[in-house]
């Protein structure tokens, strides 16, 4: 008899509850469709959106407090290695291994320290602080619920009254309905008018406690892991001092963004004249290929020094018997007045060769002597407008490539680095010439072709190449 009665209880439990939801769902239908009234508390609703939104906050600091963390447990196992490392590496006779090794068993006790920590004080009280919202969000959900009871008694009961044939019993019972889900709302909503605003004061606090934690933790972590860096940093010091003959140097690297030639000035050959300057290494560099002279150091390679936007080379000084090609043209000109040219020594030499070799009915260099015009703009002038050369043998005319402006021929061997570098031997000859674009000169460097190479293929694209000024001498 108790088991069925106890079924009995159960199953009107059930279709009262059932009867509950029958009846909440046709009252919110109802103030949907207009036809009903629905009591609303705007400040109760401010708390509720507060609510949300406080919640919605500390589930976003929880997760990202949970990710630091996470990267501090990385960042220990990663410190961790590295102490490993270095103790496999450190060699027994070496100076300050124990001392090495009792630094790296404290480090690895700091940073578990720090974790325990952070979860302990900052972890920890974010869950505590967020474990208080679950229970209050149902409340706030079961308040709706009742507050939709209480709407649906209130209108039964004012249905009743306003009712044709009024039925007192009826109404006596509505009545007592009424007043019984207005007691259990009433209830509900106080308690929460009165945790809400009081829960959402709180972040202020919570927030201030948790970061100054955080904050806290991380500075005194960081003091102590200074000193233990510190201590590290002597013993390396100690070590270095008695092994200090094998001292590694790291030297900076060209980076791969930047230009391939800059206006870094070639290391100039060994040759001991006033304008040599120090030489400079750069680390990973092979030494230059070839001989060089027994007891001097070898020129280095001035392609891996060059960094930096290209710029072009200072105007030189040094006195030539090059004419522009402006002025050759404008010996045809009847107001023409030469340029007075300042000659080298090598000049007679070589205009009494020129002269040697000239054929009949040319001027010589002599009779330009005696002439308005200079022998070096005599020189010049022939060999431009012939576009030839004249050998001092008399052998024959060899063609220049175009732009030709003078020879040059190396005195050291000089390794290319590049596709557009030429490679030279000492005793080489070049002929050089000038750059397509002259922003692309780097000072230092010349352009020009192997006078082998130019008068074997004639082709100036596949011949010439830049090579560095200072590994040459200029002979014409």
């Not at 004080?121 to 967020?130: R, S």
């Not at 050759?328 to 205009?351: K, R, W, Y």
């Amino acid at each position: 008899m108790a088991e069925m009665g106890s079924k009995g209880v159960t199953a009107g439990k059930i279709a009262s509850n059932v009867q509950k939801k029958l009846t909440r769902a046709q009252e919110k239908v109802l103030q949907k469709l207009g036809k009903a009234d629905e009591t609303k508390d705007e400040q109760f609703e401010q708390c509720v959106q507060n609510f949300n939104k406080q919640l919605t906050e500390g589930t976003r600091l929880q997760k990202d407090l949970r990710t630091y963390l996470a990267s501090v447990k990385a960042m220990h196992e990663a410190s961790k290695k590295l102490n490993e490392c270095l103790q496999e590496v450190y060699e027994p006779d070496w100076p300050g291994r124990d001392e090495a090794s009792k630094i790296a068993e404290n480090n690895d006790l700091l940073w578990m320290d720090y974790h325990q920590k952070l979860v302990d004080q900052a972890l920890l009280t974010m869950d505590t602080y967020l474990g208080q919202f679950p229970d209050i969000k149902s409340r706030i959900a079961k308040r709706g619920r009742k507050l939709v009871d209480y709407d649906s008694a209130r209108h039964h009961y004012e249905s009743l009254q306003t009712a044709k044939k009024k039925d007192e019993a009826k109404i006596a019972k509505a009545e007592e309905e009424l007043i019984k889900a207005q007691k259990v709302f009433e209830e509900m909503n106080v308690d929460l008018q009165e945790e809400l605003p009081s829960l959402w004061n709180s972040r202020v606090g919570f927030y201030v406690n948790t970061f100054q934690s955080i904050a806290g933790l991380e500075e005194n972590f960081h003091k102590e892991m200074s000193k233990l860096n510190q201590n590290l940093n002597d013993v390396l010091v100690s070590l270095e001092k008695q092994h200090g003959s094998n001292t590694f140097t790291v030297k900076a690297q060209p980076s791969d963004s930047a230009p391939a030639k800059g206006n870094k000035s070639p290391s100039p050959p060994p040759d001991g004249s006033p304008a040599a300057t120090p030489e400079i290494r750069v680390n990973h560099e092979p030494e230059p290929a070839g001989a060089a002279t027994p007891g001097a150091a070898l020129p280095k390679s001035p392609s891996q020094l060059r960094k930096g936007p290209p710029v072009p080379p200072p105007p030189k000084h040094t006195p030539s018997k090059e004419v522009k090609q402006e002025q050759i043209l404008s010996l045809f000109d009847d107001t023409f007045v030469p340029e007075i040219s300042v000659t080298t020594p090598s000049q007679p030499a070589e205009a009494s060769e020129a002269a040697g070799a000239q054929e009949p009915g040319e001027t010589t260099a002599s009779e330009a002597a005696s002439s308005s015009l200079p022998a070096v703009v005599v020189e010049t002038f022939s060999a431009t407008v012939n576009g030839t050369v004249e050998s001092g043998s008399g052998a024959g005319r060899l063609d220049l490539p175009p732009g030709f402006m003078f020879k040059v021929q190396a005195q050291h061997d000089y390794t290319a680095t590049d596709t557009d570098e030429l490679q030279l031997k000492a005793g080489d000859v070049v002929l050089v010439i000038p750059f397509q674009n002259p922003e692309e000169q780097d000072e230092g460097w010349l352009m020009g072709v192997k006078e082998s190479d130019w008068n074997q293929h004639k082709e100036l694209e596949k011949c010439r190449g830049v090579f560095p000024e200072n590994f040459t001498e200029r002979v014409q």
